[in-house]
């Protein structure tokens, strides 16, 4: 979600959204299981899609963070973004995340179940790989992937169901942010 390319084509804005929303959904229900490797600030709509995976590893370094900046942006998040958001997230997070745009370290993440484990960096790679070898019996064949695919619609139905459809105006052209994307002070 290129902030500054979507202020300057606002045309285009809710193609945009409805296209991001689209690949949640789809990564969301996949028939398959997903891992996501995190090597780095995991933010905003990074951050959403990063939830969208069924394992997500993230980095032991402490510079990485995780956070969605609604707030400090003036962007107000759709109904299925949201809807991910409670689904992936423990409602102990909820208000942090999408009222405060709290960030979090790999290490509170694990606390709460968001990420499976916080590798070092230099390891990061290959225990994802390790992880989703090892899940890889959940997808093994199309019968499989079929009944996961259906899982995982009935787990995450409200997100699914609204996720690029249910797309608003999130208020890209009334946000404030800087040129690289950060809030406007």
Known sequence: MDLQYISANMSQAMAIQTDAEKLMRRVLTLGMPTVAALNGHTAAGGAMLALAFDKRLMTAESQS????????????????????????MPLAMW???????????????????VVEARPPAADLFDSA?????????????EKT????????????????????????DMGYATATFSATGRPQK
Request: aromatic share 8%; net charge positive; charged share 25%.
């Open 129 to 141: 790989m390790e992880l989703a070898t090892s899940l890889k019996s959940k997808g093994k064949d």
């Open 65 to 88: 963070v995780f956070f969605i900046p609604g707030i400090d942006l003036g962007l107000v998040y759709s109904t299925g973004m949201t809807e991910l958001m409670k689904a992936k």
């Open 145 to 168: 992937r079929d009944t996961l695919h259906k899982i995982k619609g009935n787990l995450y139905k409200d997100a699914a169901a609204t996720l690029g459809f249910q797309v608003q």
């Open 95 to 113: 208000n942090d995340v999408l009222c405060m745009g709290k960030r979090f370290q790999s290490e509170e993440l694990l606390k709460h179940g």
